[in-house]
């Protein structure tokens, strides 16, 4: 953490008082704490004079510490330790806060801390020539997943580009801030998977459906859908004045979704450097592929193996594995190729399904229990 001090006394105020509105919230909020705990409204208090303000300064400090009966050192302490206060002045439009921890830098976040420094000022904490902006690096904001992010103020703008930021950052120094959406700058909504859901998206089946019910509109029935039914999804151009994105920035956006540095573009582990076309189940006519049989009248019940399960054994059986004896003879390329088809990689050998399955194989549940010292599964 860098070393924060107050500002140099020739830019402090000689004073400090809440408006009439702020002193009567302040009041009420020191009032929520037991008599002799009123310390505990400190922070609440400087977040207050900082939005009066749009900064912590000394004198703000000492008339907080004088309404909590607090010695001005704890005060300064607190204002001192914690990031959200700002310990100098800030753009009066805009205070832009740069997210530089690991997920946002390996996902571009040098990229806006460059147009920081190039339309606003080459160092943190310094304002722009007319006073409106002024920015910052931080640490994590909270939104890992919808990296790189910036907050302004009160509110996050989430999955950015250079471009995006410099449209941000122009509406903010046109006085136009508010007509930017905080959020996800892309199509996603929150910290859904930007390219669409991954899982649990197959059709619900009809029977569990949940039911419309009907209502009655100037006397007409109308079907109402359930109240968690999706939102529809429209290709039209966006209208509302709260625009996410500048027109031009629309292609970049859905670009940055994919991370920086991609194993396969830059040539990371072997796998990555394999072609498409081989990257992913094994064949069925591969070499290695274990022997399927017959299903028999009463095949094993592979699930008593830990690791497998309903779906997984439902996949054994499609290959043709039905009995414990096949599982306790797998060699190791056989194990692996299982293990790539599964595309659970590592699971066999990590829950050594080969001894599990000798041990039923040979005694069923009893032997299981001699070797492993308890019930399968």
Same mark, same amino acid.
Request: net charge negative.
């Given at each position: 953490?860098?070393?924060?001090? %107050?500002? /140099? /006394?020739?830019?402090?105020?000689?004073?400090?008082?809440?408006?009439?509105?702020?002193?009567?919230?302040?009041?009420?909020?020191?009032?929520?704490?037991?008599?002799?705990?009123?310390?505990?409204?400190?922070?609440?208090? %400087?977040?207050?004079?900082?939005?009066?303000?749009?900064?912590?300064?000394?004198?703000?400090?000492?008339?907080?510490? /004088?309404?909590?009966?607090?010695?001005?050192?704890?005060?300064?302490?607190?204002?001192?330790?914690?990031?959200?206060?700002?310990?100098l002045p800030i753009g009066t439009r805009a205070h832009i806060q740069v997210c530089g921890t690991t997920p946002c830098m390996l996902r571009g976040a040098e990229d806006l801390i460059n147009v920081c420094k190039k339309r606003i000022h080459a160092e943190p904490f310094h304002r722009n020539e007319s006073g409106t902006l002024s920015w910052e690096e931080v640490e994590c904001q909270?939104?890992?997943?919808?990296?790189?992010?910036?907050?302004?103020?009160? /509110?996050?703008?989430?999955?950015?580009?250079?471009?995006?930021?410099?449209?941000?950052?122009?509406?903010?120094?046109?006085?136009?801030?508010?007509?930017?959406?905080?959020?996800?700058?892309?199509?996603?909504?929150?910290?859904?998977?930007?390219?669409?859901?991954?899982?649990?998206?197959e059709p619900e089946p009809a029977a569990k459906k949940a039911p419309t019910r009907a209502k009655t509109v100037d006397g007409d029935s109308v079907i109402v859908p359930p109240s968690n039914a999706a939102k529809p999804t429209t290709d039209a151009v966006e209208t509302d004045p709260k625009l996410k994105t500048p027109a031009n920035a629309k292609a970049e956006a859905a670009a940055n979704t994919k991370v920086k540095g991609d194993a396969r573009a830059e040539g990371g582990d072997e796998a990555a450097k394999q072609p498409a076309a081989l990257v992913g189940k094994p064949s069925l006519e591969d070499k290695n592929r274990p022997a399927g049989i017959a299903r028999p009248e009463t095949p094993d019940d592979l699930e008593l193996i830990s690791g497998v399960g309903p779906k997984i054994g439902g996949i054994l059986h499609e290959l043709g594995i039905f009995t414990f004896a096949q599982v306790a003879g797998w060699k190791k390329a056989e194990r692996e190729w299982v293990d790539g088809y599964l595309n659970f990689k590592g699971r066999i050998e990590r829950d050594d399904w080969v001894k599990q399955a000798k041990a039923l194989a040979k005694g069923g549940e009893a032997e299981y229990i001699r070797v492993f010292g308890k019930k399968p599964r």
């Open positions: 953490m860098s070393v924060r001090r %107050l500002a /140099d /006394d020739n830019v402090q105020p000689a004073s400090f008082a809440f408006s009439k509105e702020n002193a009567a919230w302040a009041k009420a909020t020191i009032n929520k704490y037991p008599k002799g705990r009123q310390q505990s409204a400190v922070i609440p208090l %400087l977040m207050r004079a900082q939005e009066q303000d749009g900064w912590v300064t000394k004198a703000a400090i000492e008339s907080v510490a /004088d309404m909590l009966d607090m010695a001005y050192i704890r005060v300064l302490e607190v204002a001192t330790f914690y990031t959200q206060f700002q310990l909270g939104a890992c997943v919808n990296a790189p992010m910036i907050m302004i103020f009160k /509110d996050s703008f989430e999955d950015l580009t250079p471009t995006q930021l410099e449209h941000i950052i122009d509406r903010f120094d046109a006085g136009k801030g508010a007509t930017v959406e905080p959020g996800p700058q892309i199509d996603r909504i929150t910290s859904a998977p930007a390219g669409g859901l991954t899982s649990l998206n």
